[in-house]
């Protein structure tokens, strides 16, 4: 189906807009296409207004499991819909809470959009893959580990048996599974930010960055502006169905830290702490194959290259 033209009037609905990456799409979007009109919807819980510094568009701050659609919008209202919205605090254990808010927000966005299948792209993550140790494709069982992880699938599951009905059929209705994303906007996150932006801090403030030993654990670290493409792209491929969004490499964390110390101009020592957890991801890894060949998605970022942009991006907001 592809995107519109830069100068067409392009009529876009952003869940989670106010969140990291959310906002980081929108902005790319407001920019890139000067005429569109962008809403976004976002309550807030864990997003934060100055990620939507300079935004031109509507906002309704409501939680969009519980939000009434049609009181606000019609289906025809949108050209797109791009679906971030989610509690993304993995440590959340309130089962209920993470499906409900999670699972039904997207029933009621399907539901919204099923008359007119306007096209949908959802933000679903590496943790569906759970804890194996390997490079993981698209086809790969499911085996999430935390709520967090099932809820993700519980929104691959529903868009899959919407998408079975004959009316649907053809709807273009996919999901990006995010791996660990780091860049610009994330601060807000606390705990949640990527280890790239916690090890960061702990360096700027003098400190010997901490990790658990031996700090060889590996992580397919994928720049926001590189998730940010690969959801447009998946939105412009018009095609049903579940891609990975990752950079397609796996790097340590002992990898970041000598990074870390080349941007900053430091030699901190990382200091090797015991893993409490029984369960700890030792390696992850996108396979691209599927994004690549299907959509086109080539990553632009090498970690290399990332971090050293990331950290300059830092200090400037430092000054
Ligand atoms: N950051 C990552 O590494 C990563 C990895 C895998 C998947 N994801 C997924 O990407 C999406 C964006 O994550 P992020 O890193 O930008 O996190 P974020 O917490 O910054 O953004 C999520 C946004 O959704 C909003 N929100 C949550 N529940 C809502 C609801 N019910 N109604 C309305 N708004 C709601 C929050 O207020 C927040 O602004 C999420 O779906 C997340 O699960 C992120």
């Known amino acids: 189906m592809g995107l519109p033209p830069r100068g067409a009037i392009w009529r ?26 962008v809403t976004v919807v976002d309550d807030f819980r864990s997003g934060n ?27 025809k209202d949108f050209d797109a819909i791009f679906h971030l919205a989610s509690i993304t605090d993995t440590r959340v254990a309130d089962q209920k809470q993470m499906c409900l808010d999670n699972i039904e927000g997207f029933r009621n966005l ?19 893959y759970g804890i194996d140790a390997r490079v993981n494709a698209e086809t790969d069982p499911r085996k999430p ?18 998408l079975l009905k004959p009316e649907h059929a053809g709807w273009a209705v996919n999901a990006v599974r995010y791996f660990n994303v780091y860049g610009p906007g994330e601060a807000h996150k606390g705990p949640m930010a990527s280890m ?23 992580r397919d670290f994928v720049h926001v502006d590189d998730v940010v493409q690969c959801t ?3 939105m412009a491929g018009g095609k049903p169905g579940v891609f990975n969004g990752g950079s397609g490499a796996a790097r340590s964390f002992n990898d970041v830290i000598a ?8 030699g901190l020592e990382p200091d090797y702490i015991d893993n409490p957890f029984a369960f ?40």
């Open 12 to 37: 876009v609905l952003v869940t989670g807009g106010a969140g990291f990456i959310g906002s980081r799409l929108v902005r790319r979007i407001e920019t890139e296409w000067e005429n569109a009109q």
């Open 110 to 128: 399907l539901e919204f959009a099923q008359g007119t299948r306007t096209p949908i792209t959802y933000a679903s993550s590496a943790a569906t």
């Open 259 to 266: 990074l870390l110390n080349k941007a900053l101009g430091t």
């Open 196 to 218: 790239i932006y916690q090890l960061y801090r702990q360096m700027k403030a003098g400190n010997r960055p901490r990790v658990f030993k031996q700090g060889e654990q590996t």
């Open 49 to 75: 207004f100055k990620n939507l510094e300079g935004f031109r568009g509507d906002l309704i701050a409501e939680d969009i499991s519980r939000l009434e659609m049609r009181a606000f919008f019609k289906p």
């Open 232 to 234: 447009l792209q998946a």
């Open 145 to 162: 580990a935390n709520v967090y992880g099932f809820s993700k699938a519980q929104l691959e599951n529903l868009a899959m048996r919407t």
């Open 280 to 319: 700890f991801q030792p390696f992850t890894q996108a396979d691209l194959t599927r994004s690549r060949h299907e959509l086109g998605y080539e990553p632009q970022y090498t970690l290399d290259k990332g971090v050293a942009e990331y950290v300059a991006w830092l200090e400037k907001q430092a000054c």
